[in-house]
């Protein structure tokens, strides 16, 4: 819960910041006639509804299991990072549409308050996905690293933005529609973060299995734990922030029922105390000696 409650904190700060930098580089943008810092501002306005979804999955996935939901609503969670990566597609996707339909000859150049604001919101976005990105590898979010993602593609996008700007400046004639171009690669790049962000959630929805190391945690601890003399099959699925594992351990089968009972409940023990990842562990007993074991940590 108490992961949980930094995420949301963080989901709230995002938002605050997003509505903000939104507001600020549109308003900017409009006022100095640049095409490329309205196109962060839009961009910003949908990290407002990102982050606000973010947070609101954040909060779901906190409630305890119910007999509906025997694994909790961690799922919740990484369902809230995959909209965000949808959400990201499609406002990419709008920003490149809008900065070409708009190409044309420039009567007036961009003012120096554009160089301002993006230069406040690469600062801003900079300490915000820094933040985020820790947070969330401490405390395993998909949600939040997503949120993340999207506050480092701002900085790429503002640095594009303002290259953009400043070729307008260096060279008018040259480079007349430079603004526009740069809101284009905006755009480019917040439909290529989009699709990275879904494809990872989309992962977490089909079950895949963890990293090869995070397996050989669970296989180290489990044969640790005395009586169990071998690992035979282990399974693992995410529901949110953690993992739940499926786990078959092979015994002494000469060993009682009530003996080999107890050593299942110490491997599931030993798993959620030692590994902060795992939310909850289903062992099944083998007669000690099938072919597929694994006796090695």
Request: aromatic share 6%; glycine share 10%.
């Amino acid at each position: 819960m108490a992961d949980v409650g930094r995420g949301r904190r963080l989901a709230v700060a995002g938002v605050v910041a997003s509505a903000l930098l939104a507001v600020l580089n549109v308003t900017t943008g409009v006022a100095s006639h640049a095409t490329s810092v309205v196109a962060i501002g839009l961009e910003l306005a949908g990290d407002v509804l990102a982050s606000s979804v973010v947070l609101v999955g954040l909060i779901m996935a906190a409630r305890p299991p119910d007999a509906n939901h025997p694994y909790g609503h961690g799922r919740l969670e990484i369902v809230a990072g995959l909209f965000v990566g949808f959400v990201l597609m499609a406002g990419g996707a709008g920003i490149v549409w809008r900065a070409m339909t708009e190409m044309g000859p420039r009567t007036v150049l961009p003012g120096l308050g554009a160089v301002a604001v993006l230069v406040v919101t690469m600062a801003v976005r900079g300490v915000m996905a820094a933040r985020k990105f820790r947070v969330a590898r401490q405390i395993g979010s998909l949600a939040l690293r997503s949120d993340a993602w999207n506050d480092a593609v701002d900085i790429l996008s503002a640095v594009a933005a303002f290259v953009a700007v400043l070729l307008t400046w260096w060279s008018p004639e040259r480079f007349a529609a430079a603004d526009h171009y740069g809101a284009a690669v905006v755009g480019a790049i917040v439909v290529f973060t989009g699709t990275r962000v879904a494809r990872a959630a989309t992962l977490d929805l089909a079950d895949t299995m963890p990293e090869a190391a995070m397996l050989a945690e669970v296989r180290r601890v489990a044969l640790a734990v005395p009586g169990v003399e071998a690992v035979e099959k282990q399974y693992a699925r995410k529901t949110g922030l953690r993992y739940h594992i499926d786990l078959h351990v092979e015994v002494d089968p000469e060993m009682t029922v009530r003996e080999s009972h107890r050593i299942a409940h110490d491997v599931q023990h030993a798993l959620c105390a030692r590994l902060s990842w795992v939310a909850g562990v289903l062992v099944h007993v083998e007669p000690a000696g099938g072919p597929d074991a694994s006796r090695t940590a």
